[in-house]
């Protein structure tokens, strides 16, 4: 396997880990707006998304599906909806990042506001990975070859993971913290 497609692989598994944490740090959010630190943690989650996913994950998938659909005509539909989706999530991560930055900044935003943003955006994101998942990476390995994977590796290169690559980026580490209490905590009660 090329490490690009392993690396999406991963991705997808850090990526429900931190959607984990979030839904965790809203659940404590809206018990407790005022402590906790459950804001901070939120916010480090939209701005890891920004930071990672969006930036490498994202424009990577792109152009495979591109490339998926232009070679295999009856994957257009899928490709380019996954495509879409990618907009769309970008644009529901940009708002709740205002929202909750408005929020650090004591703006006043409504409380069932901010829990209709974040139900889309953790539903909107897990359906997506879950999708690709099940119906699109599976054909990875049978539709592309090598030269495919180089020519990618040559357009994208590899990004470093902040949180969860060789060098953790210091303002992540109450994140990358918080996600491995959840872990262990969840491998206990599971
Ligand atoms: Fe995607
Ligand atoms: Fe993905």
Request: hydrophobic share 40%; with cysteine.
């Amino acid at each position: 396997m090329h490490p690009i497609e392993r690396q999406l692989y991963l991705d997808h598994l850090h990526i429900t880990q931190v959607l984990r944490c979030f839904e965790r740090a809203l659940e404590g959010y809206r018990n407790q707006p005022d402590g906790g630190g459950h804001l901070a943690l939120i916010l480090d989650v939209l701005d890891y998304i920004e930071v990672y996913p969006q930036r490498w994950h994202h424009p990577v998938e792109d152009r495979i599906y591109t490339l998926l659909l232009r070679r295999v005509p009856t994957l257009s539909a899928l490709g380019l909806s996954l495509i879409a989706e990618h907009k769309r999530l970008e644009q529901l991560t940009n708002e709740l990042n205002h929202l909750f930055s408005a929020i650090a900044n004591d703006s006043m935003v409504p409380m069932s506001h901010l829990m209709r943003i974040s139900g889309e955006f953790l539903e909107e994101q897990l359906a997506h990975l879950e999708r690709e998942n099940r119906q699109l990476f599976p054909l990875l390995a049978r539709t592309l070859g090598d030269p495919d994977w180089q020519q990618l590796e040559r357009e994208c290169g590899l990004l470093q993971d902040p949180l969860f690559g060789d060098r953790l980026r210091q303002d992540y580490e109450n994140l990358h913290a918080s996600i491995l209490t959840l872990d262990r905590n969840l491998s206990l009660t599971g």
